[in-house]
């Protein structure tokens, strides 16, 4: 676990369920600069495979790490382009 990234915007989407963690999270990574970091707070276990999959199909986005931290799971992606 390295979540020594320099995280420039946090999203909580605690308490939503699928599809709502994935599509807040692609509307706040719209919003950063390029090498920015986005940092999502879900409490949906779904979450770790369904951003972990929206972040594999989606040019821009590079995922770096995702904590499965029990009650909460964090997710860390950098914008890589537009």
């Known amino acids: 676990m390295n979540t020594e990234f320099d995280i420039a915007e ?3 989407v605690k308490g939503a369920s699928c599809p709502m963690p994935v599509i807040k999270t692609s ?3 719209g919003d950063l600069d ?3 970091v986005l940092e999502v707070l879900a409490t949906d276990a779904g979450s ?3 951003i972990d999959g929206w972040a594999s199909s989606t040019d821009g986005v590079e995922l770096l790490e995702q ?3 029990g009650d909460v799971y964090k997710h860390y992606l950098r914008k890589t382009g537009e």
Request: proline share 0%; glycine share 14%.
């Open 10 to 12: 946090t999203l909580d």
């Open 27 to 29: 509307e706040a990574v």
């Open 34 to 36: 390029v090498g920015d």
């Open 48 to 50: 770790m495979s369904d």
């Open 67 to 69: 904590v499965d931290g």
